[in-house]
T-cell receptor, first 113, second 112 residues
């Protein structure tokens, strides 16, 4: 069966510090991978998606970046965090093809001080 | 108009009641549809896919109306554990990539 791991679960960072969140998927190959952010009481905002190694598409221009160094590894980064970067960050995967649902990791709750 | 719209609620219903949520979508080329539930401060979890002919999973029934561009979720015999936010999801396939749009969710509170 497929599993998705995301860490850390909680993170408190000062403004201006860097960020690295990691997500890995097991039990499948060549998944589509996604990073979302959810602000408190709000809907999911798609940040990045990837259909393969080294292939990253950005949905929202901001101070975040993503990388996919391996088939089942997806990393979300920032060089300098802003207060507005606070939120609940979710990684998800799906199979390629039509009618494939996404499956989410447990999420990382990021607070910027 | 938003791509996917849901009534945010909250829907407060007594235990045992039947409750229904609708979700409208704007793109007629949308190809697949899902319902997720999200508990407070947790990740969304897939509840069920929505098929053209409608489908049922226990107390949950999902339906699709392509002509009017909405999907619905019916919950019968509501349980306290059904309290959550229900998100509808609409997929399109564009050049091999799935464009996934989440609604902002409908909050359900089942009351004892």
């Amino acid at each position: 069966s497929q599993t998705i791991h995301q860490w850390p679960a909680t993170l408190v960072q000062p403004v201006g510090s860097p960020l690295s969140l990691e997500c890995t998927v097991e039990g499948t190959s060549n998944p589509n991978l996604y990073w979302y952010r959810q602000a408190a009481g709000r809907g999911l905002q798609l940040l990045f998606y990837s259909v393969g190694i080294g292939q990253i598409s950005s949905e929202v221009p901001q101070n975040l970046s993503a990388s996919r160094p391996q088939d089942r590894q997806f990393i979300l980064s920032s060089k300098k965090l802003l207060l507005s970067d606070s939120g609940f960050y979710l990684c998800a995967w799906s199979r390629t093809g039509r009618s494939q649902p996404q499956h989410f990791g447990d999420g990382t709750r990021l607070s910027i001080l | 108009r938003k791509e996917v719209e849901q009534d945010p609620g909250p829907f407060n219903v007594p235990e045992g009641a039947t409750v229904a949520f609708n979700c409208t979508y704007s793109n007629s080329a949308s190809q697949s549809f899902f319902w997720y539930r999200q508990d407070c401060r947790k990740e969304p979890k897939l509840l069920m896919s929505v098929y053209s002919s409608g489908n049922e999973d226990g107390r949950f029934t999902a339906q699709l109306n392509r002509a009017s561009q909405y999907i619905s979720l019916l919950i019968r015999d509501s349980k306290l554990s059904d309290s959550a936010t229900y998100l509808c999801v609409v997929n399109q396939v564009d050049g091999g990539y799935q464009k996934v749009t989440f609604g902002t969710g409908t909050k359900l509170q089942v009351i004892p």
